[in-house]
């Protein structure tokens, strides 16, 4: 069979893996007027002294940011606890009137406009106005009266919001200030600043910190696929092969398209055996189940099996591959394979197959039909 005849049985061999993308939600502090209010109470009752000692630990110890004497006016509390009542009864215009007000008034000292502001950015949020949400969150921070935990933690909600929004480069921005002033080093935030960079096409940089993460949470699966997504996007294919198939002999590779992530690189890199492999180990746990995906992969050995010379296995690989088909192309290029290894009517009944699915060109059935 000559060279130019194997053409019609090239099929295109593609994989895309998407970056799994994460989906952080900005969150409200609902609790946080309460423990103003469990502070002030403290400081009146106990004393200075006894109301530091209760203070919990600091969520960023290393911060460049000195944390402010955070304290409401007197005469911003009652305002802070009206919209606070506001905010736990889900009324989220009202939260962001009294936001206004408290920001408006003469006698508001930062504290009281950051805290106003900030609960008015999580009110928007609640709205589904984004656009809101992150003009509050911006004020907030500018008015600099909030303690460490809940300025960073209003600086970090305004680097989701852009990124939700899908507003990489402003992301990208507000988190990198985040993290310069935190110093925070934890995986939430770290991992936010690779989907940010992995949005922006910076694969390299991406993948280089999933995989930091992923060092030291070498089960966690969604850290894998993203260092993988990431490492693929950045076109080390190597990389994320090596990295996959490791995953795969630990037996971390359940799902089918964590499967299939791994055998199209293999095909990628031309370890057509090793794709082979997985393939059948996947079909035989179960995990591969019968369809059009697995019939094209199957297509695709069977074609690389017969440039190879190696009819036999291309033979059984497009006989797994015909049933589950959704058309009769399979049918067809096994009736090719057949015909040319002198298997006439084998040949002749996978034509048939082939017409009653459904081919592009039936005169090339019908041509194997007619001999």
């Known amino acids: ?101 408290i920001a408006a008034m003469p006698a508001a000292n930062a504290y009281d406009k ?34 460490n935990d809940s300025h960073f933690s209003v600086m970090y909600n305004l680097a989701v919001t852009y990124y939700q929004e899908q507003k990489f480069a402003e992301a990208l921005q507000a988190l990198d200030r985040f993290l310069a002033e935190s110093r925070s080093d934890k995986p939430e935030h770290l991992s936010l600043k690779a989907g940010i960079l992995a949005n922006l096409d910076r694969n390299e940089e991406a993948a280089a910190i999933y995989k930091q993460l992923l060092a030291q949470k070498p089960d966690d699966k969604r850290l894998l696929m993203n260092t993988v997504a990431t490492l693929q996007a950045a076109e080390k294919f190597d990389d994320a092969n090596a990295l996959l198939g490791e995953a795969y002999k630990r037996g971390m590779l359940t799902e089918p398209r964590e499967l299939r992530v791994l055998y199209v690189g293999y095909m990628n890199a031309g370890k057509w055996a090793d794709a082979q492999k997985v393939i059948e180990d996947g079909v035989a746990k179960g995990i591969l189940q019968p369809g059009p995906d697995l019939a094209r992969d199957y297509q695709v050995l069977a074609q690389t099996a017969y440039i190879n010379d190696d009819i036999p296995l291309a033979i059984e690989m497009y006989r797994r591959a015909a049933p589950m088909a959704a058309d009769g ?36 059935a019908n041509r194997i039909l007619a001999r």
């Open 329 to 364: 192309e399979a049918y067809l290029n096994l009736a090719k394979v057949l015909d040319y290894a002198g298997k006439k009517a084998e040949a002749k009944e996978a034509a048939k197959q082939a017409l009653a699915k459904g081919v592009k060109k039936p005169e090339d």
């Open 114 to 147: 950051s805290f106003a502001y900030s609960m008015a950015g999580n009110a928007a949020a609640n709205m589904d106005d984004p656009a809101k949400a992150a003009d509050y969150f911006a004020k907030a921070i500018a008015t600099n009266g909030l303690d």
């Open 1 to 101: 069979m000559s060279k130019t005849l194997r053409q019609p049985l090239v099929i295109a061999l593609t994989a895309a893996l998407g970056a799994l993308a994460l989906a952080p939600v900005v969150k409200a502090d609902p609790q946080s007027m309460r423990e103003e209010r469990a502070r002030r109470e403290a400081e009146l009752g106990k004393g200075k002294a006894a109301a530091k000692a209760e203070a919990k630990a600091p969520a960023y110890p290393n911060a460049t940011r000195q944390s402010p004497e955070a304290k409401a006016s007197p005469k911003g509390i009652k305002l802070l606890q009206a919209m606070q009542e506001r905010y736990e009864k889900d009324d989220w215009a009202g939260v962001i009137a009294k936001a206004e007000e």
